[in-house]
């Protein structure tokens, strides 16, 4: 199993990003997939995720603001990221694993993680 997270950086409040997670080694289609982030000295938090299915799931701070996606056919999931905040500013974790995941342990496998920083 990989899942390999990328589309971080450094961008001004207000501003949006892209991440992107390429998953390879399991059964993507038939997968429930999550975002989370962890903000510098704090815990985990679920930040999106989806069923097989496709219903989509959102943290109330994150509705509205954030869109997740996937692409079955490059086995690809998607978070774009809008009017950000520099409380948005963590590292952003790919991982397989239901909506609403609250500690490491409610997810089967993670990615490496993207840096986002929102900062003027």
């Known amino acids: 199993v990989q899942l390999v997270e990328s589309g971080g950086g450094l961008v001004q409040p207000g501003g949006s990003l892209r991440l992107s997670c390429a998953a390879s080694g399991f059964t993507f289609s038939s997968s429930a997939m999550s975002w989370a982030r962890q903000a510098p000295g704090k815990g985990l938090e679920w930040v999106s995720g989806f069923y097989s299915d496709g219903s989509t799931y959102y943290a109330d701070s994150m509705k509205g603001r954030f869109t997740i996606s996937r692409d079955n056919a490059k086995n690809t999931v998607y978070l774009q990221m809008n009017s950000l905040k520099p409380e948005d500013t963590a590292v952003y974790y790919c991982?397989?694993?239901?909506?609403?995941?609250?500690?490491?342990?409610?997810?089967?496998?993670w990615g490496q993680g993207t840096q986002v920083t929102v900062s003027s």
């Open positions: 991982a397989i694993g239901p909506p609403y995941g609250s500690s490491w342990y409610d997810f089967a496998s």
